[in-house]
């Protein structure tokens, strides 16, 4: 969700906003990986990194709460830290000396597209492979949160 919203931060989008909020989308999203779009002319090459590593298939391939604070920590710490190179290339080759009313995006959200939670019964229309991949660890496994973050 975190790097949803810098997503939306770095597009100026929010994610699938041109489209229905439905049981289509999700299983795009599940069975076909569908993401939204990054832009990648405005968009550091290590955040798109990071978002990739988040959308990753695998859950063990993408990073806990725990390790992207210490990475966008790192990036905020590390002022020699390559992300700051690649701002400033982004900076050089965009004009952002722009009024706000030339800034500001015109987009039409579809009336189907929901911004906060909401629960879908997938299990009669996922696929096996995909009912294989949603199944959930079992009731009684219990998770170890670390409280020290450095």
Same mark, same amino acid.
């Given at each position: ?20 909020? #439905?049981? +289509? ?6 069975? %076909? ?5 990054? =832009?990648?002319? *405005?968009? &550091? @090459? ?31 710490? #590390?002022? +020699? ?6 701002? %400033? ?5 965009? =004009?952002?000396? *722009?009024? &706000? @009313? ?49």
């Amino acid at each position: 969700m975190v790097l949803l919203l810098d997503l939306s931060v770095a597009s100026g989008y929010p994610p699938y906003f041109d489209c229905n909020h #439905d049981t +289509d989308l999700a299983l795009q999203i599940i069975e %076909e990986g569908r993401r939204p779009g990054i =832009n990648e002319n *405005i968009t &550091p @090459q290590a955040i798109i990194d990071l978002i990739k590593r988040c959308w990753s298939e695998n859950p063990k391939d993408r990073p806990t709460a725990i390790q992207l604070l210490r990475e966008l920590g790192n990036y905020k710490n #590390d002022k +020699d830290h390559e992300i700051w190179k690649q701002i %400033e290339k982004i900076e050089k080759n965009k =004009n952002f000396d *722009i009024s &706000p @009313q030339e800034a500001s995006l015109k987009y039409e959200t579809s009336k189907q597209a929901f911004y906060t939670s909401k629960r879908y019964d997938l299990s009669a229309m996922a696929s096996n492979t995909t009912n294989k991949r949603l199944s959930l660890p079992p009731e009684s496994k219990s998770w170890n949160i670390p409280t020290d973050f450095d």
